[in-house]
């Protein structure tokens, strides 16, 4: 490979135009998949740098050209070479970001895809991000974006999927006051909105533009990408207009009516726009679900969407392997839309959370969605037992009593202490009132209910059953010394520290409740009719 580059480089210095326009088609074709050049010396690939520049310089609309350099831009060792001013200031103009150039399509989408691969650089990426805003990138970005995006011909779909992923990586780098360009440059929201409902009515009619092959879905998954980025900020989203979070709302629903969960294109959008809901406001989100009276609504809903979102959920959950990116998508989403949206929390808690009447049975076991959710409760998963510990909290109300008597308090224990929440914590404010959810089944054992385990549990007998006050005593201080000896394992430091519920819910040291008790008690030991 070596040789084979010196050779281009020394042709593009000395050979005539012809022969360099065969050479770089057949290099182009030759190297378009070659990922790795570590076997070629920074020495050679430097001045085949140096020699495509000046080539681009007198022929900024050869696409083989290009390629080349894009071979390039795939290695991590000629960043500060690529970040040159000179080079990065005709890749902006060949991309028409900025003035100067008039490439053909070609040219312009092998340009954009050199820029991404030089700002997606991971370790030195900061470097290309610092050169970019010294030639006023974001801003000629922003500029374009207001001109070409709001116009009907954006240059195809792969055009603008890498258009879009160059500005996903630009802004998920970049500073919150270079995002925030993004958000207020003069009539950008409006190109967003324009294009976020073209790509929208393109999905829906399953046509790409033209002899376009790239799927609208992709590149509407990478709009999504760039919304979610800049709006993930609370100040930015309060500061967005309005017009753009309701357009970026109705596409989000129009995704989750369309989209088709088996295939990899929906998948990603689904992650994308799931992900997206999650930053939008209360307010935007609330008539997300249209009133309707005709059949097959909801308590007076149109239920189309509520039961597209159940059917996301459960076949995420199913997921074998677990893709639990999905999951925590589809999660945080329908988090945010159960809070904001009381259709859609009516409809999946009636679906999930019916009134119990399996009160001999763990909410752990079973097959049900609801027994699913409850086991993920405690998995490995950090982040997936949060939000599925927020979503079952979030279509309770947020009424621990009533998550408790679905899913037990050994299951929601840890994620109500990350919370702060004790068993008499008051509900949510902010939901309406509530409905009385006991069965006749569970009315007739609320009384045996174990809420640590979530089941009914017939009454045991008491262990001190025929002890005398004294042997209850000494039983009570030999287990006093055994935990007072678990909890000073390893010098006090390593051992474990059992708790127990005061009256108020709180987590508190099992010794100290004990240690009350013994003191409250006379302490002799156990008399010979006690033996046993």
Known sequence: MESDLQDVAELLENGSRDECIDKLAVTAARYQHVTDLSTVSSGVKTRLLAALHNRLRASPDDPDCLSVVLFLTRDASMLEALCAEQLLQKLLQIAQFSDGCDAGSAAQLNAVKCLCNIVFQSQS?????????????????????????????????????????????????????????????????????????????????????????????????????????????????????????????????????????????????????????????????????????????????????????????????????QDNVLLMSVLLGLCALCRACRAVRKYLRAIILPPRKDVHNLPQEGHKLKNKLVRLMTCPSKEVSELVFELMFVLCKENVDRL??????????????????????????????????????????KQGFNYVTGRYEPPKPSPFEGMSEERKVYETEKLLHALSRLENMDGGGGGLQPMSMDEEGRPVPLLDSLRARVANAPSTPPSSDDEH
């Open 125 to 321: 990426s900061r470097l290309a991000i610092s050169e970019l805003e010294k030639l006023h990138f974001p801003h000629t970005l922003c500029c374009y974006i207001t001109s070409n995006w709001a116009s009907q011909d954006v240059g195809g779909l792969e055009l603008l999927h890498f258009q879009c992923v160059l500005l996903f990586l630009f802004t998920a780098i970049s500073g919150t006051e270079c995002r925030r360009q993004f958000l207020e440059h003069p009539g950008i929201t409006h190109a967003y909105r324009i294009r976020l409902e073209a790509l929208v009515s393109q999905l829906q009619s399953h046509q790409p533009a033209g002899s376009d092959t790239m799927h609208p879905g992709k590149v509407l998954a990478d709009l999504m990408k760039v919304l979610y980025t800049l709006l993930s900020s609370t100040d930015q989203v309060n500061k967005c207009e309005n017009q753009l979070l309701t357009s970026v709302a109705d596409a989000c629903r129009t995704v989750f009516l369309t989209a088709e969960h088996s295939t990899p294109v929906y998948e990603e959008l689904l992650v994308q726009t799931f992900s997206v809901v999650g930053t939008l406001p209360q307010d935007v989100l609330m008539d997300l679900v249209p009133l309707s009276e005709g059949p097959g609504n909801f308590q007076g809903w149109d239920s189309q969407l509520p039961a597209r979102l159940y059917t996301y959920l459960r076949l995420s959950v199913d997921r074998e392997p």
């Open 404 to 445: 408790l008597k679905y899913t037990g308090y050994g299951n929601a224990a840890g994620r109500m202490f990350t919370r702060g929440l004790g068993l008499n914590s008051a509900p949510a404010p902010n939901y309406s009132e509530d409905e009385p959810s006991d069965t006749e089944e569970f009315a007739q054992h």
